[in-house]
């Protein structure tokens, strides 16, 4: 199986410190949608995990979260996309789950829902805390310099970052970096078959 797990806010859709808290306010970040449908094309099973504290903490309710993942989806399928499943913790950070990230909780529930070890998949983010997560679940830890990282694109990475495996301008940069990744040992096996 081929899986990606990919953030939510500051990856796919732009990030707010206010909190994203309606369907009105849940933004794709430009390319983001049509890298996932890219990923999908290329046979990738897309998954998301995100920290949705906004829950923990009264700002929305599950209603509201709902609707901001209809319209993520209703906008994935315009673009020929989808994401296959949606992980969240829905804690405040005061109330010390495993599945709030830095935690690998998340992780853990989507390769026990999928079946699947997470060494090596692939995992997206733009936070410290994002990669930290899937470094401890096995995954390959990837930034994107977006969100809350979007500074990072003028200055150096700080140290909390520095265990990003590779570093991306977007989620459009990530899926043309994966996608040309796994081109390249078909490429080689052809030429070896000559």
């Known amino acids: 199986m081929k899986l990606v797990i990919l953030d939510r806010d500051g990856t796919i859709n732009e990030d707010s410190a206010e909190y994203i808290k309606s369907p009105s306010e849940w933004q794709p970040m430009p390319g983001a949608l049509e890298a996932i449908a890219r990923l999908n094309h290329a046979g990738w099973q897309v998954v998301v995990a995100t920290n949705q504290s906004g829950l923990g903490r009264g700002l929305f309710d599950m209603a509201a979260l709902n609707a901001m993942h209809a319209k993520m ?12 499943a949606i992980f969240f913790c829905p804690h405040a950070p005061d109330e010390g789950c495993r599945c709030r990230k830095p935690e690998p909780g998340l992780f853990e529930q989507i390769g026990e829902r999928y079946g699947v070890d ?24 990837h930034l994107v310099l977006t969100g809350k990282a979007f ?14 495996e590779v570093v991306h301008q977007d989620l459009a940069a990530f899926a043309d970096y994966l996608i040309a990744q796994e081109a390249r040992p078909s490429q080689a096996a052809e030429l070896s078959s000559y």
């Not at 994935?76 to 994401?83: E, K």
């Not at 733009?126 to 401890?136: F, I, K």
């Not at 694109?153 to 909390?160: A, D, H």
């Open 151 to 164: 500074d990072y694109r003028s200055k150096p990475l700080p140290p909390s970052l520095a265990g990003a």
């Open 118 to 141: 997470l060494i090596g998949v692939p995992a997206v983010g733009d936070s410290p805390r994002d990669l930290a997560a899937a470094m401890a679940a096995g995954c390959e830890p």
């Open 73 to 84: 989806n209703t906008l994935l399928a315009a673009v020929g996309g989808r994401v296959d």
